[in-house]
């Protein structure tokens, strides 16, 4: 780990004021974040917040023991420990490392007594957890009205977004859970979109062979949530 590293590559930190940036970096710490790695679990006190440079993490939702469903992803756009940015010390929801990378933690009490101390960090963390509101809402509209590989299109351009190179770690057991569907249904809708030459799946791995081919079987699944962010933060 390492303390007052120069500004990172996420774009929540880089789009801070200097004077803002000057609250947080005496606290600020480097990590590696590990696959699997948790961030946040269910109901248990936050103790830090992660704003991550590269890599992403899932945030599942949990109905019951082993019963999940991702519901976002943050990755080098954002961070972690929105309820600590409403006012609150705890989520019922799970965050954990889903690409391993690396990223940089904060203590939430210190993150609270920046954010007290700086209106324009307040709003800045605030516009952050609406962009992210967006983008769990058409999470939902996705699984309401897309069909599975619609729905696996616009995870994998979420994930890409997040990615360098096009090379992408994802097993059928972490795309299950993500998309909340049995493994089969995976392999199938992988398959529909290896037939359309979109993508090439391997073990544990999938590359990206045609982004633009993939936004247009993603289609109105993607692109709100991510041009949200662009008018909120920039």
Same mark, same amino acid.
């Given at each position: ?25 005496? /606290? ?9 790695? =948790?961030?946040?679990? @269910? %109901? ?5 917040? &992660? ?8 945030? !599942? ?5 082993? =019963?999940?469903?991702? !519901?976002?992803?943050? #990755?080098?756009?954002?961070?972690? #420990? ?9 989520? @019922?929801?799970? *965050? &954990? ?25 307040? +709003? ?11 983008? *769990?809402?058409? *999470?939902?509209?996705? %699984? ?6 619609? +729905? ?17 770690? $994802?097993? /059928? ?13 995976? *392999?199938?809708? $992988? ?12 073990? #544990? !791995? ?12 993603? #289609? @109105?699944? &993607? ?12």
């Amino acid at each position: 780990m390492r303390r007052n590293s120069p500004p990172s590559g996420n774009r929540l930190l880089t789009s801070l004021s200097a004077a803002d940036f000057g609250l947080l970096q005496p /606290h600020l710490v480097s990590f590696a974040l590990e696959l699997r790695q =948790v961030l946040e679990a @269910p %109901n248990r006190r936050i103790d830090h917040v &992660y704003f991550i440079d590269s890599g992403f993490a899932s945030v !599942v939702a949990v109905r019951a023991k082993e =019963v999940e469903a991702e !519901v976002g992803l943050i #990755g080098r756009e954002g961070m972690t #420990g929105l309820a600590v940015v409403l006012g609150d010390d705890r989520s @019922p929801q799970s *965050t &954990y490392i889903q690409a391993a990378g690396e990223g940089r933690r904060i203590a939430a009490i210190a993150l609270r007594k920046a954010m007290s101390s700086s209106p324009s960090l307040q +709003r800045l963390l605030l516009k952050y957890v609406q962009a992210f509101m967006i983008q *769990t809402a058409h *999470t939902a509209m996705a %699984n309401a009205c897309a069909m599975l590989d619609q +729905r696996l299109a616009r995870w994998i351009l979420m994930a890409d977004d997040r990615i360098e190179g096009g090379s992408l770690p $994802l097993t /059928h057991e972490f795309l299950s859970v993500m998309l909340g569907v049995r493994r089969a249904g995976v *392999t199938e809708a $992988l398959h529909a979109l290896e037939m359309r030459g979109l993508i090439r799946a391997s073990r #544990g !791995v999938i590359i990206v062979r045609d982004r633009k081919g993939i936004e247009r079987r993603a #289609g @109105p699944a &993607y692109g709100v949530p991510e041009a949200e962010f662009r008018r909120l933060i920039g």
